[in-house]
């Protein structure tokens, strides 16, 4: 794990889910926003920094794949991961499909499966701003 602390919001409208994630990432170096409203998450999304996303899928408004897409749309760096208690084929492909990086099935078993994922992404992101830092160093050492 990087040195950077990653913000990550989760987005669901069961109050117990974003309790549960707020205990759960309580001991780890993540900020975690909660928000039970799709609309209001993706507005933050806009106009807020956030490294990660994890959304539910069925909420009212609006589903988590569409905030998925517009997610993506917004800003393709920003990494999504996706819960649902509906598995389906058409679901965990279309998810993958709109460039979500995992997938969990609620109830989740093991939240601890799921503060490896975002390690792995956050491990990922590290990898990611240690390159666009070297691209800056070089492009300054540039006559």
């Known amino acids: 794990m990087g040195e950077n602390a990653y913000t990550i919001m989760v987005v669901d409208d069961s109050k117990a889910i974003l309790s549960l994630f707020k205990r759960v990432f309580k001991d780890t170096p993540y900020i975690v926003k909660t928000v039970d409203n799709p609309i209001t998450a993706y507005e933050i999304v806009e106009h807020e920094h956030i490294d990660i ?3 539910d899928i069925v909420m009212p408004e609006m589903d ?3 905030l998925l897409r517009k997610i993506k749309n917004f800003n393709g760096m920003i990494q999504v991961i996706i819960m649902t208690g509906y598995i389906t084929i058409t679901n965990t492909l279309n998810a993958f499909r709109y460039g979500a990086v995992d997938i969990f099935f609620k109830p989740i078993e093991d939240m601890n499966d799921v503060i490896k994922s975002v390690n792995q992404i956050a491990q990922r992101l590290d990898r990611i701003n240690e ?3 070297k691209i800056a160093r070089t492009k300054r ?3």
């Open 131 to 133: 390159i666009l830092g």
């Open 64 to 66: 988590g794949l569409t």
């Open 141 to 143: 050492e540039l006559p």
């Open 53 to 55: 996303v994890i959304t």
